[in-house]
């Protein structure tokens, strides 16, 4: 059963909204996930030192989610979750990143991962998995990393993994690994590729690292974690790329190529949109030797802070205007086209860089209080610098993107 948020008003609500609000919003069930994750914003922003401190979501706040049912949100409605759409999952994401980038970001690959697969699985084990008393929650990581040894019934996972965010609140782990013979070697499918696959095992069959210890996205609880000459069973396993889905929903129709990557840009939107909340009120009234009025007034900063807000409201723009595109394709009976998986892979990129420089804006004008180590506007200055190095958002995809668009305007001018 989904939680039900406590009535919150809406005087007061933040500014930076106004536009995005109408634009993005387009469903009651969006609005209802929206208010949810602000109803619980208080309860993360207060948390957030401590989640830092401890380098994972405190109980409060993982409690939180899912007694709200924001765990689930992305999970079709059938089997019990929220049913949203990518795009209005991608908004709640971007809600919660506003109170802690931590939260958001370990949340989200938790979240975005457990409604992944569950739309490859057998509808009869993801009932199962489903029913059980404890919630459905995967963390790990899913990209292809070592052999998974093919033998009568399933595979036999052994390596160490790494990055598995928001584990420690996940029942469930993910190990990314290709089809392998008993020698190691890649067993070949039917387009001449390895077979990448995703297998799940209960948490309790994994062994994990406390050793999450970096600089920025401190909260996560990315740690490592072993697998140990465990055997999954077959119907355990999803396709990492391509595949067959066993359920039609917007989200699978998308294919794994297009959706793996899409969430990261709503962390970066809601980093980027709180150092500018925070700057506006640092910068409020605050005086500097060398100015004659306060720092908030001053023409040299107003003018860069029109344009840095600017950019991140075009970004915010092109990242929910690619991802509805998509999706009103698919569900229109259309497949993916590269220039679909091109321009999501360029908005990625393209989202962070604009992310990191109104964050690095940010920090140049907060001055003393962005140097803190402890300040709240210091904490997202290094989340957003992490949050750049993630593979999936490597400038290499604006090479790969250009690859695919040069082609559509030079045949357009031809």
């Not at 069930?29 to 405190?58: C, K, M, N, V």
């Not at 739309?119 to 070592?146: C, H």
Request: hydrophobic content about 40%; overall charge negative; aromatic content about 8%.
């Amino acid at each position: 059963m989904l939680g039900t948020p406590p009535d919150i008003p809406t005087k007061g609500m933040n500014m930076t909204e106004t536009l995005t609000r109408d634009a993005v919003a387009g469903s009651d069930r969006e609005a209802d996930y929206l208010q949810r994750a602000r109803s619980i914003a208080p309860l993360i922003r207060q948390e957030a030192a401590a989640i830092e401190e401890g380098r994972t979501i405190t109980k409060p706040v993982a409690d939180a989610l899912v007694e709200l049912g924001l765990h689930g949100m992305l999970v079709p409605a059938e089997l019990g979750g929220g049913g949203l759409l990518p795009s209005e999952g991608m908004r709640v994401f971007e809600e919660i990143t506003k109170s802690d980038a931590s939260t958001g970001w370990a949340w989200m690959a938790s979240e975005w991962g457990t409604a992944g697969v569950v739309g490859y699985l057998d509808p009869a084990v993801t009932k199962e998995l489903m029913s059980k008393d404890e919630p459905f929650i995967v963390a790990g990581q899913l990209l292809p990393r070592y052999p998974g040894v093919q033998v009568e019934g399933g595979y036999i996972i052994d390596g160490k993994y790494s990055f598995a965010s928001g584990s420690d609140h996940a029942t469930w782990v993910g190990a990314g690994f290709f089809v392998a013979d008993e020698q190691g070697n890649p067993i070949l499918g039917e387009n001449g590729q390895p077979q990448a696959r995703i297998a799940l095992l209960p948490k309790n069959q994994v062994e994990f690292e406390k050793n999450w210890d970096v600089w920025g996205l401190a909260g996560t609880g990315s740690n490592d974690y072993t697998i140990t000459k465990q055997f999954v069973p077959a119907e355990y396993t999803t396709p990492t790329f391509g595949g067959t889905p066993t359920r039609s929903e917007t989200m699978y129709k998308l294919t794994n190529e297009l959706a793996g990557g899409l969430p990261h840009a709503p962390i970066a939107l809601g980093i980027a949109t709180r150092a500018l909340e925070i700057v506006a009120s640092i910068t409020a009234g605050k005086t500097r030797p060398t100015y004659t009025v306060p720092v908030g007034d001053a023409e040299i900063f107003r003018i860069d802070f029109a344009r840095k807000e600017a950019n991140l409201q075009a970004a915010r723009l092109y990242c929910y205007e690619v991802t509805k595109a998509a999706e009103a394709a698919v569900n229109s009976g259309q497949a993916v086209t590269p220039e679909h998986i091109a321009r999501v892979s360029q908005m990625l990129s393209w989202v962070h860089e604009v992310a990191a420089d109104v964050v690095t804006f940010a920090h140049r004008w907060g001055g003393s209080q962005s140097i803190g180590r402890k300040s709240t506007l210091g904490r997202f200055v290094r989340d957003m610098n992490v949050a750049t190095q993630h593979l999936l958002v490597d400038p290499i995809m604006l090479v790969n993107a250009a690859g695919v668009l040069l082609p559509i305007y030079a045949e357009a001018e031809a």
